[in-house]
């Protein structure tokens, strides 16, 4: 499935948060990653950030795709990002 990920989480929480997001799927600009990611990988990622998170206070959106078939994407300005995942 393709995923998309933006998060809105309290400073100290940032750096790990896109850490471990890093680790499944490829960073696209800040606080938002897109990618391919088994059902298994994204269980995991979402229980991990579950972990991360403090519910009361952060925010972590998921958007599912089961293929980019019908999907697009265009950007405008400055590329951030890019198809490194960091391990």
Known sequence: MFVIVMYDVHVKRVAKVLKTCRRYLYWVQNSVLEGEISKADFAALKRELAEIISPDHDSV???????????SRESIGMQKGGEDRFL
């Open 61 to 71: 959106l998921f958007y599912t795709f089961r293929t980019t078939r019908y999907t």
